[in-house]
């Protein structure tokens, strides 16, 4: 992404926390990789048409946290699961997604941008504890 002002890094900041509230839906099959047809489908459980095989429409945290470049964990004194910071972009602009505090941090040279997500439909938040508990 190309980024040239702070109104950039703050719009790819809020696209973030958007997918975040809302989740991501596949437009692709996960298990034979065919191209899902959202109109065929009643409810989030519906088989693909192409191999009957159930799942989700909306991605799932292990998916989503497959391809961040890093994650930082917040752990107590006793090693107990806190909370996460996940680094989504890197190298212009860095964008962590921080799930103590349920924000998106942007930053870009001196600017910075944030933006606050009110639910975490994929449950990143949840991911991590899970691969946080599976070390």
């Known amino acids: 992404m190309d980024i040239k ?4 890094l703050q719009q790819h900041v809020d696209q973030i926390a958007k997918q975040i509230s809302e989740g991501i839906t596949h437009d ?3 298990h034979c990789l065919g191209d899902l047809d959202h109109d065929d489908f009643d409810d989030v459980r519906d088989p693909c048409s192409d191999c009957e095989h159930y ?3 909306t991605m ?3 998916d989503y946290l497959s391809d961040v470049l890093d994650i930082q964990y917040i752990v107590s004194g006793s090693g107990e699961y806190l ?3 996940i680094l989504v972009a890197f190298g212009g602009p860095n964008i962590w997604i921080n799930t103590q505090t ?3 941090e942007g930053y ?3 600017d910075s941008a944030f933006a606050p997500y009110c639910r975490d439909e994929m449950d990143i938040d949840g991911g991590c504890r899970e691969l946080w508990d599976c070390r």
């Open 5 to 8: 002002t702070k109104s950039d």
């Open 28 to 30: 692709t099959c996960l």
């Open 55 to 57: 799942h989700g429409l």
């Open 60 to 62: 799932g945290a292990i």
């Open 83 to 85: 909370a996460a910071r």
């Open 102 to 104: 349920q924000t998106v």
């Open 108 to 110: 870009w040279w001196g």
